[in-house]
């Protein structure tokens, strides 16, 4: 019934811009915040972003001011428009229920000259 579905993902210059969508089952609205993190080769996996059922949304320093969460709950979606890309963007980014324990399977961005 609980399931997370990340799409978007590609390759992009430095400055240019990309979205990216998670489809979450109906339930996962209702009941927790989605968010996006990103993990880099050899590096943790850090938080882009985060939004609850209400709104309210929450920013790592890295993407403040840049990156946009937002959700559409006739779609059961949650989205992360990402621009001013930088190569230090690049990573494989995830969208998660907080709280939840579930993940989506990821999609890969990668910001390259």
């Known amino acids: 019934q609980v399931q997370l579905v990340e799409s978007g993902g590609g390759l992009v210059q430095p400055g240019g811009s990309l979205r990216l969508s998670c489809a979450a089952s109906?339930?996962?609205?209702?009941?927790?915040?989605m968010g996006w993190y990103r993990q880099a080769p050899g590096k943790q996996r850090e938080l882009v972003a985060t939004?609850?059922?209400?709104?309210?949304?929450n920013y790592g320093d890295p993407v403040k001011g840049r990156f946009t969460i937002s959700r559409d709950n006739a779609k059961n979606t949650v989205y992360l428009q990402m621009n001013s890309l930088k190569p230090e963007d690049t990573a494989v980014y995830y969208c998660?229920?907080?709280?939840?324990?579930?993940w989506g399977q990821g999609t890969q961005v990668t910001v390259s000259s």
């Open positions: 998660n229920a907080v709280g939840s324990g579930w």
């Open positions: 109906r339930s996962i609205f209702s009941i927790y915040a």
């Open positions: 939004i609850t059922s209400s709104g309210r949304t």
